[in-house]
């Protein structure tokens, strides 16, 4: 029930690829020039960041919708899809496709969302398939120049009484604690909930622990040891409270992506900068709607998504369409 679409960003048109299931790949094209392409894109994201819906944010959403999935919809709706992945070309991988808007209503109440580096998955394998545990880690208090985290705490434990968990939090989340319950752990996802940065200078790219700022290639480094230690694979890499590198155009995948090529199949970050409070309550829907038998990764993302949507206090896109699902969607 997934369809895999791959925009190319050419200097006249975008070509949209579409596989469909059981069916031959597609080509359609929407003629537009791919300066006005980038400028809606850019101008559509520091919309979407506000903390309220405008009208000029949906108006750019709209022509977004119309040049992505307009062309495709009436094969979309033949083929019964549900799920869209995307593999994404230049400015677009920073676009959260979720909050494309259509004739009053968003593309993630149509479609489970999914971002994917190609076709081919790692070793495709639904979560539910295996046990599903999880080794938590966080900080709540100010280290190394960044601010407290308030709800982290709160986001960690209700995760804890949801899942079967393992804890990690502030004193006890340094580098090497993380390191070694990596090494020793079987626990198919891996939840850290602390600062972070992605960008794509691998410098400038990191998640803070207790002692200090892990860099990506080091993250990257102890994910892949923990692989080698375990029977099987992180399945699902959860990085909350984490944000973008301000102005980076090819940053928002690149702590996920570092993750994919480690070995894990797949990561759920957020493309800017979150309100750990907004954080805390959609991880807490992501783990609830993951609960239910036979649920993918990306319809988990979705209903959490759809959660924060409905609710008054978090309708707003920038509180939803940050999260992306890269990798593995199933």
Known sequence: DAAVVYPIILRDRLELLVSLPGTPLQQYTSTISQSELEQTLLSWRQNLEKPFTTPEGKLLGQSLYDWIIQPMQPALVAANVNTLTFVLDGALRNAPMSALYNDGHYLVEDYAVALAPGLQLLGPKA????????LLGGLTQARHGFGELQNVKNELLSVESLVNSSLLV????????????????????????????????????????????ILVNELSSILR????????????????????????????????????????????ASLWNLNDESGAVFVT????????????????????QLSLLQDRNYRHPTYWSAYVLLGNWL
């Open 127 to 134: 979560l539910q398939e295996t046990s599903v545990t999880a």
């Open 170 to 213: 502030d004193e006890d989340f340094t580098s090497a604690s993380l390191s070694q319950q990596l090494s020793r752990s079987n626990r198919p996802i891996v939840h850290l909930a602390t600062h972070g940065q992605f960008s794509s200078s691998a410098d400038d790219t990191f998640i803070l622990a207790w002692d200090r700022p």
């Open 225 to 268: 040891t923990g692989d080698l230690n375990r029977p099987d694979p992180i399945e699902l890499l959860i990085l909350s409270a984490c944000e973008t590198a301000s102005g980076d155009k090819r940053a928002a995948l690149g702590l996920a992506g570092v993750a994919l090529q480690s070995g894990t199949r797949s990561t759920l």
């Open 285 to 304: 829907q992501f783990y609830k709607a993951f609960a239910q038998p036979n649920i993918t990764k990306a319809k988990a993302l979705q209903q959490a």
